[in-house]
C-alpha cells in the first residue's frame, strides 16, 4: 500500500516510537470516502473499513499491537490507556498511554491532530483539537495531566501538530471568533486573520501558542503538512467536500 505518511523527522532519534500523519492516500474506499478512509463513523462500507485499518497497520509496521481510537466529541476529556488490546477508548477527544505496543490514533479531517512524546518516560499521548476542543483548552489540559500525573517536565514535552485547515481556508464567523478572543485573548487574535470583511482563523497556530503558554519550548513543538482544505489530492476535508467525506488518522506509540 503506498501511503501519504507524514513524520516528525526529530523523533528519528527515538528508534522505538513509531508514528505518523497519514493523509488520504491508498486504501479501498470509493465515492466521497476514496481512499483510505478509517473511520466507521461517516457512512462508509464497514467491511472496507476494516481492511483499510488492516492494510494501514501492517503498511506502518504494526503487526502484533492495536491502533486505539476515540469516540471524538470536540471535548477535551482525556482519558487514560492502560489496556493494549482495546480497539476504542470510548468517548474523547484525548488519550494518554505509558503502555508499550498501544498506538493512540486521531481521526481528523481539518481538525487538528496533535501527538505528544515524552521520551524519558516513554509516555505518548494524542489528541484531536478542533476549534471548541481549542477553545476549552485540551492542548494545555495535554501538557497539565503530562506534568501532575506523570511527573513530566513542561522541557520533556515534544509536541508536533498534523496537517489541518488553514487561515487561507477556514472561514469562521463571530460565533466563533468571539468565545476563542474571551478564553484567550492576544494569543486568538494574532491567530485570526481579516480578509475582504471576512474572519479567517489559523487553528494550528492557536493551538502551537496555548502549548507554548503551557510551558513546552517552543523548538519542541513543530507542525507537519499542509493545508487539508488546499490539498485535495492528499487529504480529506470537511469543510471542502461540505461535510461528506472520510478521516485520516494520526497516530504514536511506543513499540515493545
Known sequence: MKLNWLRVEQWNRYPDLLHGFLGRQGGKSVGPYAGLNVSY???DDAKIVSQNVCDMKLAVGIHDGRIITMNQVH???????KETKIKEAGEADGMVTREKDAYLGVLTADCVPILFVAPEQRIAAAVHAGWRGTLAGIAAKTV????????????????????AIGACCYEVKEDVSRPLVEKWGKLAEIALESREAKTFLDLRSLNRAILERAGIPSQQILSVGPCTCCAAND????RRERKKTGRQISFIGWAP
Open 41 to 43: 463513523r461517516v457512512g
Open 75 to 81: 471535548g477535551d476529556h482525556i482519558v487514560e490507556v
Open 235 to 238: 487529504f480529506f476535508s470537511y
Open 144 to 163: 497539565g495531566i503530562l506534568r501532575k500525573q506523570y511527573g513530566v517536565a513542561t522541557d520533556g514535552i515534544e509536541a508536533a501538530l498534523g496537517p
